[in-house]
Structures are given as C-alpha cells and as structure tokens.
C-alpha cells in the first residue's frame, strides 16, 4: 500500500485494488492500531485509531481533501505535506 505522508507517528496510506471500496477512504496505521478514514466526511469507516490520533488524521485530509479525492478517483499516488 503506497505511503502518502507521516506525521506524529501516524502514516498514511491508500489502496487502488479491485477489492477496495467506497466510500473512498484513507488507511491511517499508528502503532498497532488502524483505521479507514472517510476521505469526505474525515469519519472512521473501521478501526481502532485512538480519538486523539483520529483528530490529527482529520485536520490533516480538511487540509488536503480535494488532492485525496482526485488521487482515489485517479488511482494514481503522490507524496503530500505532512500536518504541521
């Protein structure tokens, strides 16, 4: 699963195979916990991110929602900035 950025521990990723599914969503791992974040709402769809760690997630997809879109829809991966 491609990277997409990491910060505070939490790494950042997104799958484009035939089984992943809407709605479109980000992979958030932190330790041993995950989550899938829904891209539109910033929601966890699944997982078991701690609240604190799923608040850094959403800040940083408000701040590039519309580049992970276009990357889901596109299937095509690029770096993006790390939360500051």
């Known amino acids: ?10 790494i950042i ?4 195979k035939p089984k992943e ?12 916990y995950m989550g899938e974040i829904n891209i539109a709402t910033g929601e966890m769809i699944v ?13 940083w997809i408000d701040e590039h929602r519309t ?8 299937q095509s991966i690029k770096k993006l900035p790390p939360l500051k």
């Open 47 to 59: 997982g078991d991110l701690p609240p604190k760690a799923q608040l850094l997630v959403r800040e």
């Open 21 to 32: 599914h809407e709605p479109s969503h980000v992979h958030a791992l932190y330790g041993e």
């Open 1 to 10: 699963m491609p990277e997409i950025t990491r910060f505070y521990g939490i």
């Open 67 to 74: 580049q992970l879109q276009d990357m889901w829809d596109s």
């Open 13 to 16: 990723k997104m799958f484009f």
